[in-house]
């Protein structure tokens, strides 16, 4: 069906209304994370994308230094590298942006016709590759740990034809390789997007594809011991329904899925629709948890990301906050937005800066640049 509607807009008409709700003694946290499906190279040479990355290098640090979130926190950014991709120099500069900024980098990986085998490899050495700059989290046992969002949507070899992928067990690879949590959905209007959505669950490898096509949702109490398990990956999912705000026509209602583009920018507007949405963690803190994509190595992209729609979104919902004392707004990377999940579903119900950093460490890049 046009727009996998069949897939998605069920769950969506289905869907519990109840909500967190901020109250003075307990005020609403939303934390909105922007994971980049970051393609320097699509449709471009080398020179084209040391070109985007010099216009991230020269606009990014402003944007950052202009605007603070409720914790006095400047925008946060992170950029899930296709690391078939991988080049050192890009890797270096974005290694710097993200140190001087407080972004972080993950992995995003096209690929097709793979095995199990062949899969964990690339993954492997993709993420020897950006630690090698410093970049992903280390834990106790020093290997690296990243977050994940698959190229072409095709999680778990998902796409309805088999395309994109090849890989029945992709989520058991992925676990077994480091992976703390996937950031691929939603992926509509995508047929390779699942019934589940508006969700932070845990997903269990079933040898078939779309494992994650069910899952246990997070939950305070319950969940927090799956994040260890080899058979379960966490999956957080962005905004996906109808924008009855916006209208094709004057009629139909457009479709909100997270996507940030040059067409379509973070709005006020949006951003009320996405806490109305967006997952949090049941019986947990009223926390939600506001995960974005977009494509940012892309000009027409990154111009607006850069330039004034994003400037005057940070404006407004900064006046927006300022103006209801019962919400706080936090930016945060993709890596922090897991920590807080997982403090959530531990019980934790303190100040929300003080998990930022819960499970997963900081890169050693980034711990560096704090000493």
């Not at 040479?45 to 020269?58: I, N, P, V």
């Not at 936090?330 to 890596?335: E, P, S």
């Not at 929300?352 to 704090?370: E, G, I, T, Y």
């Amino acid at each position: 069906m046009i727009r996998a509607l069949d897939r998605w807009l069920p769950s969506y008409l289905l869907r519990s209304r109840r909500r967190p709700h901020g109250t003075t003694d307990q005020p609403l946290h939303v934390f909105i994370a922007v994971c980049d499906h970051f393609e320097p190279f699509h449709d471009t040479d080398k020179a084209g994308a040391l070109k985007a990355l010099a216009d991230w290098q020269a606009l990014w640090p402003d944007l950052v230094r202009s605007h603070a979130d409720s914790s006095g926190r400047g925008p946060r950014h992170t950029f899930f590298y296709p690391v078939e991709q991988y080049d050192e120099d890009i890797i270096s500069r974005l290694a710097s942006l993200c140190q001087q900024t407080g972004s972080e980098v993950e992995i995003h990986l096209h690929h097709a016709d793979d095995t199990a085998e062949s899969l964990a490899a690339q993954l492997r050495k993709g993420a020897q590759d950006l630690a090698s700059h410093g970049l992903l989290s280390r834990v106790p046992d020093g290997l690296p740990r990243y977050g994940f969002i698959h190229g072409n949507w095709a999680l778990d070899n998902s796409h309805p034809q088999g395309r994109h992928c090849g890989v029945d067990d992709e989520l058991a690879v992925l676990k077994a390789t480091g992976c703390y949590a996937d950031f691929t959905l939603p992926s509509a209007p995508d047929p390779a997007q699942v019934r589940i959505i508006n969700s932070i669950y845990y997903a269990r490898e079933d040898g078939k594809p779309c494992s994650h096509g069910k899952g246990t949702p997070a939950q305070t109490g319950l969940t927090e011991k799956l994040a260890d398990s080899p058979e379960h990956l966490l999956l957080i999912q962005g905004p996906l329904g109808l924008n009855w705000r916006r209208r094709k026509f004057g009629l139909i209602p457009r479709i909100e899925n997270a996507d940030l583009t040059g067409a379509n920018p973070p709005t006020l507007e949006r951003f009320q629709l996405w806490t109305e949405l967006c997952p949090f963690v049941r019986n947990g803190p009223p926390w939600v948890f506001v995960k974005l994509h977009t494509h940012g190595g892309i000009p027409r992209n990154y111009r607006t990301l850069l330039g004034q729609p994003a400037h005057r979104f940070h404006q407004d919902l900064a006046r927006h906050a300022a103006a209801n004392p019962n919400l706080r707004y936090h930016y945060v990377t993709a890596r922090e937005m897991t920590n807080l999940i997982h403090a959530s579903e531990a019980g934790f119900n303190s100040n929300p800066a003080a998990a930022l950093d819960f499970r997963l460490p900081p890169p050693p890049m980034a711990q560096a640049s704090s000493r």
